[in-house]
């Protein structure tokens, strides 16, 4: 296959970056998407120019690392029903003599690093505000001790499923991150080891989400359509329930 | 948000079905627009003030919403100041796109709207101290007022298409995906209601069935 490649480049995060094109032959529809990449790298590396910087690391579609916006959309699940992340799409999705658009995530929370790579620490921030749960040391208790309801944990699993690989964010025309803050809250808020913390933990991450720069939710969907791991839209009503609830709960000392 | 909006859909719906009493005639129109400014309440609250804290209410709602509208728009613009090249929208709806714009157009004509029927500044085609069914049947023999009416719908139905699903899910009712379909499937019907009950009085006098 020969493709054209248009890439973000941004030396930078005070750069002003740029589209570059970039034609690149003999690529093979076996290969992932970034494995394409890697091939466009060693080629710019012979020819002395800098290689494009890009996130990735397990290539399996567990980590969460890889991400970049492919033709529109994020992670280039484009038209295709099938959920993926950018390691797991793999060149055979795309027509020979294509034109690929390949840009960094676009957030105000996400600042870009360097071409395609960008700051997702404030998933770290909003996950250290309260997306732990407070259990004793020491010898565990039996594995089927404390019951959970096939419903809840069925929905606590789906949710958990999040990579936080911040596609929602990516593909958000608000640049919200909810789906990201509503998959741990209802995760956590599914289980009875998450319930003491349960109030507490929903408005201290909501709080340091709006305080990392994203915008706010209204409802489009577009976060659900581009999620690689199929983290559902009722996840977020499922945060809103709860910080309705927790409103009516005292703070504490 | 959520709540404004959905006390906005409320006052929508029961403005739409008191609408059709034009249907009923003259003074059947004119006594229930009287009625509206008259004795609602009474004796609860002194005669008259209903219709002054009704409109109270709609006026909070309407500055509420649009000082939501404001914020989420500034926190969405600082999100997202820098716009992708290339970008394929996978999931969005017209509506849900246009919620925005859509929704400072509607506001404007709203304001053109209490002009005309409320306040009575903008005269079209009658005269001073013509009643509520007179001002109805004298606007809307006028086909220029039906389109522009028409149009205007679209737009107001068009955002409480989005605007209704939206309010629920806001408010923690979408429990799954089959409820997000029903909430869909209703926002429809309630925006398809709206729309063909709003504009059933114009075009009849338009056309002749009511005069």
Redesign the interface.
């Known amino acids: 296959m020969n493709i054209t490649l ?1 890439v ?1 480049r941004q030396a930078n995060a005070n750069a002003q970056g740029a ?1 570059q094109t970039y034609q690149l032959a003999d690529v093979s529809p076996d290969m992932s998407f970034l494995e394409m990449l890697d091939l466009l790298n060693e080629k710019l590396t012979v020819e002395g120019i800098e290689p494009v910087a890009f996130d990735h690391d397990c290539r399996e579609g567990i980590c969460g690392m890889c991400g970049v ?1 492919i ?3 994020a992670h280039g ?2 038209s295709s029903p099938v959920p993926t992340t950018t390691c797991q799409l793999h060149m055979r999705s795309f027509a020979d003599g294509a034109t690929i ?1 390949i ?1 960094p995530w ?4 996400f600042p870009v690093i360097k071409d395609l790579v960008v700051d997702r620490t404030a998933f770290d921030r909003i996950i250290q505000a309260g997306g732990y749960i407070s259990v004793n040391t020491g010898a565990a208790q039996d594995a089927n001790a404390t019951p959970v309801p096939k419903v809840d944990a069925d929905r606590a699993f789906d949710a958990a499923t999040c990579i936080g690989c911040g596609a929602c964010v990516a ?6 991150a909810m789906l990201f803050t509503s998959a741990k809250i209802t995760h956590l808020a599914m289980l009875p080891q998450g319930q003491p913390e349960r109030w507490s933990r929903v408005k201290s991450m909501v709080a340091q989400h ?1 305080a990392e ?10 976060c ?3 999620c690689p791991k199929g983290i ?3 996840t ?3 945060l ?2 709860d910080l ?1 609830h927790a409103l009516f709960k005292p703070d504490g000392k | 948000m959520a709540i404004t909006g959905l006390i906005m859909v409320g006052f929508l719906l029961m403005h739409m079905y008191g609408n059709l009493k034009v249907f009923l005639g003259a003074e059947a129109f004119d006594h229930y627009a009287h009625w509206l400014k008259g004795d609602i309440l009474y004796p609860l609250i002194p005669s008259g003030w209903f219709i002054w804290i009704f409109r109270f209410v709609m006026l909070a709602a309407i500055v509420l919403h649009i000082y939501s509208a404001a914020v989420l728009t500034g926190r969405a613009h600082r999100a997202r100041g820098t716009k992708y090249v290339t970008s394929k929208p996978l999931q969005q709806t017209y509506a849900a796109r246009t919620m925005r714009w859509g929704g400072v157009i509607l506001a404007g004509f709203l304001v053109f709207h209490l002009l005309q029927f409320t306040a009575q500044v903008i005269k079209t085609g009658w005269n001073s101290g013509a009643g509520p069914y007179e001002m109805f049947v004298v606007s809307f023999e006028q086909w220029w007022l039906v389109l522009a009416y028409a149009l205007w719908m679209v737009t107001v139905c068009m955002h409480v298409r989005h605007g209704f699903w939206s309010a629920f899910a806001t408010l923690g009712a979408n429990t799954s995906a089959t409820t997000r379909k029903w909430w869909n499937i209703i926002a429809w019907a309630v925006a398809v209601i709206l729309y063909v009950g709003f504009m059933i009085a114009p075009v009849a006098v338009l056309i002749g069935g009511v005069r």
């Open positions: 248009r973000w589209m916006v033709n529109g959309s699940r484009g658009d840009e676009r957030a105000g929370g593909a958000c025309p608000n640049g919200s709006d720069g994203f915008g706010g939710c209204t409802n489009i969907g577009e659900a359509a581009v559902p839209l009722d977020i009503s499922q809103n329930r309705m």
